[in-house]
């Protein structure tokens, strides 16, 4: 499943699914621990820009000019969001699985995480909602990691 992973330099995406602390082959293991606190301003900007966790008026020029929302803002709203999103995923496990939910329960759980829905047939939406839980859940990947990673197809 080819994806492309925010680097968070600010240059764009690059090829691995990785984020600071990952080991070699982009895959998160079991017990490995990543935290906020190790991700960079940028990525917590990704995460909380993707998540619709603050408002645009933070970047509109004629206003603020490009001034930001302050770190422990981000970093409060991307943890309660992260808490959810794990909190999400263990209930949809627990209940059976995305086949458990019906479609505009997929609608909210993909756009909770971020993911887009606009223009997408059921059937892409359910497997991609499977996907994000079979890579948490089977895979051990962080929130974090899925929150920096999107994928091609």
Same mark, same amino acid.
């Given at each position: ?23 070699? &082959?982009?895959?998160?293991?079991? &017990? ?19 998540l619709g966790l603050h408002s645009t008026w933070w970047f509109d020029e004629s206003f603020l000019a490009g001034i ?54 059921? &059937? ?11 890579l948490r859940g089977k895979k051990g990947w962080g929130v ?10």
């Open positions: 499943m080819p994806s492309t992973h925010y680097n968070g330099d600010g240059l764009g995406k690059t090829n691995s699914p990785r984020t600071e602390g990952q080991g070699e &082959g982009g895959e998160g293991r079991e &017990g490995e621990t990543e935290t906020l606190n190790s991700l960079n301003r940028e990525q917590l900007l990704h995460i909380s820009r993707s930001s929302p302050p770190s422990g803002l981000l970093q409060r709203r991307v943890q309660k969001a992260k808490e959810y999103i794990e909190s999400d995923d263990k209930l949809i496990d627990r209940d059976g699985g995305v086949g458990g939910l019906d479609i505009e329960e997929v609608k909210m759980a993909m756009v909770d995480r971020g993911l887009d829905v606009l223009g997408k047939q059921d &059937g892409e939406l359910r497997r991609r909602l499977k996907d994000w839980v079979w974090e990691t899925m929150l920096l990673t999107r994928y091609d197809s």
